[in-house]
Each structure stands twice: as C-alpha cells, then as structure tokens.
C-alpha cells in the first residue's frame, strides 16, 4: 500500500515522530512518502538528544523512504 504522510509542524517531538512512524510503516513492508510543508520543512530543526530527528531521518531514507518538500 502507498502511504502519504503530511507534516506541517515545527514541533520537533511531532517531526520525530512522524519520521518514527515512517519508519515502522515502511518495516511493515509499505511504501511511505513524507511530505514536508511549511515550517516542517526544516526537519532537522529541533533536533536534539530527547528528539534524534536526524538519526530518524537517515533511517528513513536507507529503507528507501521518500521526502518530498
């Protein structure tokens, strides 16, 4: 199944955890776009020890996960 996730918060703990769900959805075997809109898209903004955006984020991609901005 084709997944859209929409992320428009500058909240670092929203980001994180929509990149987390990202990627639990893609260990499912789905297929998961992250689209990125407004002040979300700065996704590494925020992050931080209690918010490991970027560490997320990486993983995202290596499972062949899509940004789109």
């Not at 639990?24 to 809109?37: D, K």
């Not at 209690?50 to 996960?65: H, N, R, T, W």
Request: proline share 6%; charged share 20%.
């Amino acid at each position: 199944m084709q997944i859209l996730l929409i992320l428009s918060s500058p909240d670092p703990e929203i980001k994180w955890n929509a990149v987390r769900f990202g990627n639990f959805l893609l260990n499912e075997g789905e297929e998961v776009t992250l689209f990125l809109n407004g002040p979300a898209v700065d996704l590494y903004a925020g992050d931080s020890e209690a918010f490991p955006i970027a560490e997320q984020a990486k993983v995202f991609a290596l499972s062949d996960g899509k940004l789109a901005a």
